[in-house]
T-cell receptor, first 114, second 110 residues
Framework: GENVEQHPSTLSVQEGDSAVIKCTYSDSASNYFPWYKQELGKRPQLIIDIRSNVGEKKDQRIAVTLNKTAKHFSLHITETQPEDSAVYFCAAIAGGTSYGKLTFGQGTILTVHP | NAGVTQTPKFQVLKTGQSMTLQCAQDMNHEYMSWYRQDPGMGLRLIHYSVGAGITDQGEVPNGYNVSRSTTEDFPLRLLSAAPSQTSVYFC?????????FGSGTRLTVV
């Protein structure tokens, strides 16, 4: 089955700096890669996603890149703000009948210091 | 449009008791899943469904049953609760994109 590795497990940055979180996946059939943000005591919320036919996607201060050959994808947050502090999870889904199986990385605790 | 609704929000069970965690979505999503989240750990898939009448096991299915008789509902049954099942349980649904999560059920087994 799919295995998703996420690094780093914790990340501390100063407000205004950039933050990068990296994930690798094992199943070459995976074709959809969402990123979730989870604040303390809340549900995971989708912040951005990318499909395997796209190399990069941006949404304001957030961007995701995908390297299918190397089987890795990354989340980039620019101009970080204290409200960006949360746990971030990457995930991967294979297509076809495996679409229901969303496999998560272990999570990255991002702390943005004012 | 309520999204994904989970009940109850909190539950305390005694070892050996059974219970059902309810999950309902009003977005006509095909795919529904149950995850558990333990402290310091990520989200682990328990069971999932790709449509009414179709379910399959995830990473940690032991001790749990599911059924999907309608598109809207996907209940999770704990057969005989054990302390190791103390966790936060999330239900999620999707059409062909990102999953939408419910607010979670915090379960404690004593």
């Amino acid at each position: 089955g799919e295995n998703v590795e996420q690094h780093p497990s914790t990340l501390s940055v100063q407000e205004g700096d950039s933050a990068v979180i990296k994930c690798t996946y094992s199943d070459s059939a995976s074709n959809y890669f969402p990123w979730y943000k989870q604040e303390l005591g809340k549900r995971p919320q989708l912040i951005i996603d990318i499909r395997s036919n796209v190399g990069e996607k941006k949404d304001q201060r957030i961007a995701v890149t995908l390297n299918k050959t190397a089987k890795h994808f990354s989340l980039h947050i620019t101009e970080t703000q204290p409200e960006d502090s949360a746990v971030y999870f990457c995930a991967a889904i294979a297509g076809g009948t495996s679409y229901g199986k969303l496999t998560f990385g272990q999570g990255t605790i991002l702390t943005v210091h004012p | 449009n309520a999204g994904v609704t989970q009940t109850p929000k909190f539950q305390v069970l005694k070892t050996g008791q059974s219970m059902t965690l309810q999950c309902a979505q009003d977005m006509n999503h095909e795919y529904m899943s149950w995850y558990r989240q333990d402290p310091g750990m990520g989200l682990r898939l328990i069971h999932y469904s790709v449509g009414a009448g179709i379910t399959d096991q995830g990473e940690v299915p032991n001790g749990y049953n599911v059924s999907r008789s309608t598109t809207e509902d996907f209940p999770l049954r704990l057969l005989s609760a054990a302390p190791s099942q103390t966790s936060v349980y999330f239900c999620a649904s999707s059409s062909i994109g990102g999953y939408t999560f419910g607010s979670g059920t915090r379960l404690t087994v004593v």
